[in-house]
């Protein structure tokens, strides 16, 4: 079945970019998404690509899709304490459920 | 903003008892789902619901789940005899379109079961 994967970890320093990435499998693809969950909260659609694209620019939001290598990445700029957070990579195919990676836990040092 | 609202925030209940988990999704949204996330694990897909009926479900909602609009503005999923394995926070969402680029999640009911 279809299946998407994260990093587990991600540690920044306050002002610097951050790059959290995910690999997918499915080829039906119609858009992936990036959510973001605080302690405590649900999950928030930050932002989502059409399958169709390579990059999309969401204010300090970057992503980026390698379609050919089924590989997603999310680029914050000027990271803050505020962007700690879980970051899920959720790819959404041909019905329209959305396969969750495992999150990545984005750190932000001040 | 609009939002999916979901209540309780936590549910502790004992294995073999039924709980409803409740929803209220966004008013002019048409489409509903759960997902579950067992601590530690990913966000799963349960369940979708569109028109009064189940969309498609996944092998996770077994003949335990069912899940309801009972009045026009809420949404419940009812699991029938609680596991163990049933302790997760589950997520509502609600959509007008049958995509998740509109789609908003609730803030989640974590349910234990002791």
């Known amino acids: 079945g279809e299946d998407v994967e994260q990093s587990l970890f991600l540690s920044v320093r306050e002002g610097d970019s951050s790059v959290i990435n995910c690999t997918y499998t499915?080829?039906?693809?119609?858009?992936l998404y990036w959510y973001k969950q605080e302690p405590g909260a649900g999950l928030q659609l930050l932002t989502y690509?059409?399958?169709?694209?390579d990059m999309k620019q969401d204010q300090r939001l970057t992503v980026l899709l390698n379609k050919k290598d089924k590989h997603l990445s999310l680029r914050i700029a000027d990271t803050q304490t505020g962007d700690s957070a879980i970051y899920f990579c959720a790819d959404e195919g041909a019905t329209n459920k959305l396969i969750f990676g495992t999150g990545t836990l984005l750190a932000v040092q001040p | 903003e609009p939002e999916v609202t979901q209540t309780p925030s936590h549910q502790v209940t004992q294995m073999g008892q039924e709980v409803i988990l409740r929803c209220v999704p966004i008013?002019?949204?048409?489409?509903f789902y759960w997902y579950r996330q067992i601590l530690g694990q990913k966000v799963e897909f349960l369940v979708s619901?569109?028109?009064?009926?189940?969309?498609?479900k996944s092998e996770i909602f077994d003949d335990q789940f069912s899940v309801e609009r009972p009045d026009g503005s809420n949404f419940t999923l009812k699991i029938r005899s609680t596991k163990l394995e049933d302790s997760a926070m589950y997520f509502c969402?609600?959509?007008?379109?049958?995509?998740?680029?509109?789609?908003?999640f609730g803030q989640g009911t974590r349910l234990t079961v002791v």
């Open positions: 969402a609600s959509s007008p379109a049958n995509t998740n680029t509109e789609a908003f």
């Open positions: 690509i059409f399958s169709n694209m």
């Open positions: 619901f569109y028109n009064n009926e189940i969309s498609e």
């Open positions: 499915d080829s039906s693809s119609t858009y």
């Open positions: 008013s002019n949204h048409l489409y």
